[in-house]
Nanobody, 114 residues
């Protein structure tokens, strides 16, 4: 059983940065991949970034070069560093482990607006 808690969202101006955190409790977090998803109003949930247990990473084309996913296994935490944020990045961001039928956090709101 894994519990995930996201934090770090907020309101930021276009071009700004935020760092999201996903802190896990329970067993198995460090040996499995973790994903960040986002869901904007009226849109389907979108996979943003993935990090494997060995810290290999993949990104959606829309965030490549701007977002960086990383993990600190000693802290049971995965991060999403988001730079050069744009209004289209506005969404609720969710941490996930185990795929769509796996474990989800409650989400953290990111709003990019001037």
């Amino acid at each position: 059983q894994v519990q995930l808690v996201e934090s770090g969202g907020g309101l930021v101006q276009p071009g700004g940065s935020l760092r999201l955190s996903c802190e896990a409790s329970g067993t198995g977090f460090n040996v499995n991949a973790v994903r960040w998803y986002r869901q904007a109003p009226g849109k389907q949930r979108e996979l943003v970034a993935t990090i494997t247990s060995r810290s290999s990473t993949t990104y959606a084309d829309s965030v490549k070069g701007r977002f960086t996913i990383s993990r600190d296994n000693a802290k049971n935490t995965v991060y999403l560093q988001m730079n050069i944020l744009q209004p289209e990045d506005t969404a609720v961001y969710y941490c996930n482990q185990g795929g769509k039928s796996g474990y989800w956090g409650q989400g953290t709101q990111v709003t990019v607006s001037s």
